[in-house]
């Protein structure tokens, strides 16, 4: 019974690994159709971006800096605008709540 749940989750794993190539190899593509060079640098920025969830540019910045420690925040919020222009990454914001001002000024709107 062990043996099968660890060959289910190796499988698992594989199949997480190829969804991720396409997407990357996809990406790539994309970015060679806009004429974008194809760095070292840039490769890297985009595996991070696929491995996690990020909330910003400095989240991804950290854990590139932990991996090539001459790449630099502009290398990284510049490949990240790139991404967005083509259409590849979107970023949403944090949910917050509405202030009173807000409120009266949005009841106001719909009325």
Known sequence: MM????????????????????????????????????????QLILDIILEGNWTNCKEIFYEARKRDTKLGMATVYRTVSTLEE???????????????????????ETN
């Open 3 to 42: 043996k099968n749940a660890v060959e289910e989750k190796a499988y698992e794993n594989q199949e997480a690994y190829q969804r991720t190539q396409m997407q990357k190899d996809m990406i790539l593509e994309r970015l060679r159709e806009q004429g974008c060079r194809i760095t070292r640098q840039r």
């Open 86 to 108: 083509i259409g590849v990454l979107t970023h949403s914001y944090q949910y917050s709540f509405v202030s009173d001002k807000e409120e009266d000024i949005r009841s106001r």
